[in-house]
């Protein structure tokens, strides 16, 4: 990787390298990564706070005086401690599941900034959120609507539902995270959002309060953003000449906003305003916008130490105390994520860097120039904090990593270390066995 384009990582990343030398390094929001490693163990994922908060404030000036609001979308890094420190600021959240309400309410985000989507809520769900009085509930299907309305109707204040609708627009990112062309399982087709948008108003406890879209993870264009605001719009007026919608507030334009990861260009928010602003001003509806990757995936650095090195078939490993289990994207997506070594010691040299899971698609980074490092040296994966613990698992029973929060030259524990003893509370060894009362 070219210098300069290290340079905008490490800037995004909010991470500066001190001169080699005693105390040479990497720091992190004024904290040495060693410092942290030392502290806390390793694999840890570190989420720098000043960074995640000053996303956010770029994203919230881009759309100026237009009333706006940013939803973070939690799936991407569910952390109590970083959804705290963005609702502080204003940020609402928006939510897949029960559990990340559960997650969001924990934090401290106010009920009435929360949206949830989600293509299989169930019952149980729908009704946590109803209860909770989140601000919308984006249904997905005709069919969600009836069974919305039925748990609408225990209530006492209609609810307010968002119509997702699918806009069949095709982004250019990878096949597994692209959500918004037809065909797929995602939103309401445009050719029933009519009949969705007839069947809320008429129902006693529904509301249509308003009209979203998402169109996929990672996207670097404007093009489909231009495209689905047209689309909603479409679908605004069309609703609107039908005599309904006079109780829509709000277009939801879902997240998606691509970052470097590499030599990406990222997706500029000034740019992604200039493009959408002007368009749904006329509307007179308040902007949404549900941004995960985008708010977290640079503030992150999964910290890991190499076990050791190893030659084989003419390839050199560099094999790491993080694996696929702890950030899952290199190996589910090919994504790339950029490995530095904490300290610059000597030339460097080819090297595969791979983690310990017994799977050959264990591979952090091919074929990355690094330092030979030595058993229990430090390395910071980056842009690590979107879909990173929030996809970690414990396959080849691995406790999951530590988080820590970094700023202002401050370092905190957010979420100890899973222990090998959390892997297997509440099993039983042997359930068939009979019972006291079965004898
Ligand atoms: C995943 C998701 C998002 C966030 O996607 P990012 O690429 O992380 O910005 C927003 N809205 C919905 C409905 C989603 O499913």
Known sequence: MAPAEEQALFADAGLVRLPEGAHGGLMVAGVPLAAIADRFGTPTFVYNLDVVVARYHALDQAFGDLPHRICYAV????????????????????????????????????????????????????????RAGVGFIHVESIEEIEALGAIAAEGERPVAVGIRVNPDVTADTHPAIATGHAGIKFGVPADQVLDAARRIGAHPSLRLASLGVHLGSQLLDLAPYREGVQRLLDVLHAIRRAGMGDDL????????????????????????????????????????????????????????????????????????????????????????????????????????????????????????????????????????????????????????????????????????RETVQDLFRGESPAPLAPTPEDV
């Open 75 to 130: 799936k991407a890094n569910g952390s109590l401690a970083v959804m705290q420190a963005l609702a502080r600021e204003g940020a609402g959240a928006d939510l897949v599941s029960g559990g990340e309400l559960a997650r969001a309410l924990a934090a401290g985000v106010p009920p009435a900034r929360l949206v949830m989507s989600g293509v299989g809520k169930t019952a149980p769900e729908l009704r946590d959120a109803v």
């Open 249 to 416: 507030v709000a277009l939801d334009l879902g997240g998606g906003f691509g970052i470097r990861y590499g030599n990406e260009s990222p997706l500029d928010p000034a740019a992604l305003a200039a493009a959408v602003v002007p368009l749904v001003r006329p509307t007179g509806l308040t902007l949404y916008v549900e941004p995960g990757r985008f708010l977290v995936g640079p503030a992150g650095i999964l910290l890991a130490r190499v076990v050791h090195r190893k030659h084989a078939g003419g390839k050199d490993f560099t094999i790491l105390d993080a694996g696929m289990n702890d950030l899952a994207r290199p190996s589910l997506y090919g994504a790339y994520h950029h490995i530095v070594s904490d300290r610059e010691h000597g030339p460097l040299a080819r090297t595969d860097v791979v983690g310990p899971v017994c799977e050959t698609g264990d591979l952090l980074g091919r074929d990355r120039m690094l330092p030979r490092l030595g058993p229990g040296a430090l390395v910071a994966i980056l842009g690590a904090g979107a879909y990173g613990f929030s996809m970690a698992s414990n396959y080849n029973s691995r406790p999951r990593p530590a988080e820590v929060v970094v700023a202002g030259g401050r370092m905190g524990l957010a979420h100890p």
